[in-house]
C-alpha cells in the first residue's frame, strides 16, 4: 500500500515538474507574441522607454487604423488570400498524386526517379531564383500573380515525399479490392486514397498556408505594380533603411499573423497526425 | 456525380481566378495623348526606387509632379520596399532593367556596368561633391538626387540640468570637448545609467580625425594611417570610460530607443530619417548641432540610367525633372517624413521647414562638407575583412591592440583591391 502511496506521490512530482516546464516553456513562447500586442499599441516614444514592460500607458487603438490604411489592406489581402489558396489547392492535387504513384506502381526506374525528385530539395532558392525569373519572364508572367500560383500545381519534393510517406502505409488489399471491382487508378486515388489522407493533406494545407500568406521573396521578385502586391510587401514598407515605425509595423503584423494563429489551432489536431503519421513512425 | 460536378466547378474556379492574376500590361504602355513640354519624348518608361513607405509617398508626388509637366510620359513606379539590391540584380540578371534607378553612391561602382555615362554640370547642385559622389574612374553614372548626411541630437534637458553651456549651433565642438562633456553628462549604475553617447561609429568618427578609409583615388586603403588609428584608439577610450553603453549593455538595444528613453545626451549618428520619431517626443527639448570635429559622412542617392533603356530620351528628361526641378525637390526635401536634404540650393528651405524650431541648418551644412562615404566594387569581400575590427579589437568584441590590427586589414584590402 505505502509503496504505491509513494509511487502516487512521485507521479504527481514529475507531473507537476512537467507542467511547470511546459508553463515556463509557454511564457517563453508567448513573450514576443504578447509583446507584439503591446507595441501595437504603443507610442513610438512609450515603446522606447517601455523595456520589458507589456502593459501600454496609453491604448493608442488609433495605431491600427493607421496601419491599415498606410497601405491598400483590402487589395494586399485579396492578393494575399488569391496567392494563398490557390496554391494549397494546387499542391494538394499534385503532390498527392504523384505521391500515390510513387507509392503504389512500382516499375523499373521509378525509386531513381524518386531520388531525383528528393534532390531538387539540394537546390538553394538563390540559385533557383534568376532562372525562374527568366523563366517567367520568357512566359509573360511578370508582374502578375501566376509565378506565385502555378509552381504549386506541379509539385514540391518536400510534400511529394510526405505524401508518398503516408501512402506507403495503407493496406494493398483496398487497392485490390477496388481493381477487382473495376475500379481505375486515377479512380482509386480519388475515391480511396484521397479521402483516406486526410490528416496528411491538413498537414500539407497548413504548411503551403504557412509558406505562402508569410512569402516575402516571391512577391519582392516577380511583382512590381502596387495593385498585386501582397501583405508581406506591405509590412516591409514600415522598415526603412535606417528608422523603422515599429508600433504600426507590430499593428499590422498582429493583423496578419492573426489568420495563421486561427488557422493552427483549428488544423492542431489533423496537422500533428499527418506530420507524425507520414514521419517516422514505420511499422 | 455530385462529385463529379464538384470537380468541374472547382477546376473553373481555379481558371477563374488565375485569369485574374494578370492585368493587362499592354493597355497602360506608351501612353501619350495629349500635347506638353516634352517634344519628341513620350511614351513609358518605369523608375525603380527603395524605401518606407513614408518616403514611397514623398517619391510618388514628385513622380505625380513630372507627370504633370510632362504629360506625354507616363512613369511607371516600381517601389521595392525591402532588398532594394536582390531585385535589382535579378531584374538586370533576367533583362528587364527599369529605364530609371534610384541607386546610392556606395553601391553604385557595383552596378556601374548596367548604367549609361551621365554628362552633369557640377555647378547645378549646392556642392559639387554630390556629383562626384556618383563617379566612378572618373566617369559619372549618376545625378544627385537626395543627401543624407549625419548631425548630432543633443537632449538639451540633460546639458542644463549638468550646467553645461549648449554647443555651437554652426561650429562643431573638437573631439576633445566631446569626450569632455560626455564624462559630464555620463551618471547612475546599472538599468538607469545616462551615457554621454551612443557607442561611436568608425564610418563618422575616421573624418573626425581627418582620416578616410582610402586615399582620394580609391586604389589604396588608409586604414593603417595615424588618423583611421587615432580615431580608432579615441573610440575604444570612450568605451573604457564608460561614457558610451559597452559591449553587454548595447546588446540588442535600439540606440535611438535610448535616446528617446533620455538615457543618451548626445546621439551622434544621427541621419534625417530620425526626425519624423523626434516630432512626437514630449519628454525632453532638444536640438540639433553640426557633427563633432571635420566627422560624420553623408550618404548620397542618385538616379541612374539604364544602359539598356528603350526610352532613355524620357528617361533623362525625368531625371533632369526629379533632380533639377524646384518643385519636385522641394517636394521631396520638404516631406513631413525628412527624406533627405535636397540637391540644389533653391529648394533647401522646403527641408529646413519640415522641423521649423530646430537647427536643420546643421544637417544642409553637413550635406555640402561631410565626407561621402568612400565606396568600392568588392563590397562584400572588403566588408568580410573589415569585420576583423569589430572580432579582434576592443572597438568590438576583441582585446587586441588596434595599432596592430589596422594595417593587417589595410594590407588585406590592399590585396583585393589590386586583384580587381
Redesign the interface.
Known sequence: MSVKKERNSTKKKVHWLAYLLLLIGSVVFLYPFIWMVSASLR???E???S?MSIWPEHWRWGNYAKALT??PFPQYLLNTV?TT??PI?GTVLSCSLVGYAFARFKVKGSGFLFVLVLSTMLLPGEVT??PQ??LF?KLG??????PL??PAFFGSAFYIFLMRQFYSRLPVGLEEAAIIDGCGYFKIW?TIFLPLSKPALMAVGVMVFMGSWNN??GP??YI?????KTLT?GL??????????TNLLMAAAVVITLPCILLFFSAQKAFMEGLTFSGSKES | MM?KWSLIV?SLL?VI??S????N?ESDSGSANSGGNSGAAKGKI?FAF???????DAIKQAIDNFQKTYPDIKV?S??????YL??LQ??I????TPDVMLISGGDLPGFANAFQELQIDKSLFSSPSFVDSMSVDGKVYAEPFIIKPKVMAINVDLFQKNNIPLPSQTVPMTTEEFKEISQKLTSGEG?SKIFGSEPLWLGNWIYSFGGQFYTDDLSKSTLDSPEAIAAAEYIVSTKQEGIVPNDSEKQGQ?M???????RIGMFTDF?P??L??MA????FKWDLVPFPGNGGSKEVNGLALSKNSKNAEAAKLFINHMTQNEEAQKIIGGNKNAYGVPVIPSATSAFEAVAPNKNMQAFVLAAEKQHTQEAQKSTNEINNEMKAIDDTTPIGIGTKDVKEVFPQVAEKINNILQQN
Open positions: 507610442s513610438l516614444e515603446l522606447a522607454a523595456g498606410a497601405f488569391i489558396i490557390l489547392i531564383m534568376i525569373f527568366i519572364k508572367m511578370l508582374d502578375t500573380l501566376y500560383i502555378v480519388r516575402f521573396m519582392l521578385i512590381n505594380s502596387d495593385k498585386w510587401l516591409a514598407g514600415f522598415q526603412g533603411t535606417y528608422a523603422t515605425d | 462529385k472547382l481555379v481566378a488565375l485574374a492574376c494578370s492585368g500590361s518605369t527603395w524605401g518606407a513607405q513614408s518616403e514611397a511607371e516600381q517601389w521595392i520596399q525591402k532588398d536582390t531585385k535579378t531584374m540578371a533576367g533583362g528587364t538599468a535600439n535611438m530607443n535610448w535616446y528617446l528613453g533620455g541621419g530619417w530620425y519624423p520619431q512626437d517626443v514630449q519628454n
